[in-house]
């Protein structure tokens, strides 16, 4: 099994396909890319923002600079499984993730004021800025279904395909369960290419051949716009969606 990274920092392509263009991209990964260390699996995200959503706001007028703070765990867990805590910065195009791993209820407790495991690291004294400066609360649950790869000779280059993205802006807990309301169509796969360099010859070809070009997808910032908005305009500072 592969270790898990705390610190990241590459250039992130995303890609929307849909499932017959997608079977033809794995057919092409057969020999070039292997499963990672979760392999298929179902990933929840509690994302965190402030009361206004002035987190979120900002990152969808896309600026040079921004960040954001998510809980992230794979399936459903209980109060003692390991989940990461991320916070994830972009400025000019890279993207800079940092992520301390503990329990659920270690990560319930930081979250309600009062840090744990990690909380005197690097990483802890920079989810703590954010955390001050922000105050920040549980606003958004996302999940989906992930196929995640590696590449057999550049370990940097990671590829992941997502189905099936929901959401929720009540029971925010991922212990309470993933389902939500749909966020993307039953046939649309969301692929992102993460590398610490450039794309390989042969996905960019494969890109160009089917007609598909790199789009701005953002999972909380299309929440955002397409429900949690309208929701807000709707129900005059209520959120109504499920």
């Not at 995303?14 to 079977?23: A, F, H, I, S, T």
């Not at 794995?26 to 402030?50: E, Q, W």
């Not at 004294?125 to 001050?132: A, L």
Request: some cysteine; proline content about 5%.
């Amino acid at each position: 099994m592969q270790d898990i990274t705390t610190v990241f920092k590459r250039y992130e392509e995303k890609y929307m396909l849909d499932r017959e263009q997608v079977g033809s991209l794995y057919r092409l990964m057969g020999d070039k890319m292997h499963p990672d260390a979760f392999g298929k699996s179902t990933i929840c995200n509690v994302y965190f923002d402030t009361d206004d959503y002035r987190i979120i706001r900002a990152s969808i007028e896309k600026p040079v600079y921004k960040e954001k703070l998510r809980l992230r765990c794979y399936g459903i867990p209980k109060a003692e499984d390991m989940v990461f805590l991320e916070l994830k910065k972009k400025y000019q195009g890279v993207v800079y993730k940092r992520r301390i791993e503990m329990t659920l209820d270690g990560a319930s407790d930081w979250m309600n004021g009062k840090p744990g495991t990690g909380a005197d690291s690097q990483i802890g004294r920079e989810i703590e800025y954010f955390m001050s400066f922000y105050r920040p609360v549980p606003k958004a649950f996302i999940a989906y279904e992930r196929e995640a790869f590696y590449d057999n000779i550049d370990p940097n280059l990671r590829l992941t395909v997502d189905s099936g993205i929901r959401m929720r802006t009540s029971r925010l807990s991922p212990a309470l369960g993933c389902d939500g309301t749909p966020v993307t169509g039953s046939d649309e796969r969301l692929v992102e290419i993460k590398t610490a360099g450039s794309i390989p010859l042969w996905l960019c070809r494969f890109f160009e051949q089917n007609g598909v070009r790199p789009v701005s997808f953002s999972k909380y910032g299309t929440c955002y716009t397409d429900y949690i908005f309208p929701n807000i305009q709707n129900a005059k500072g209520g959120i109504i969606c499920a």
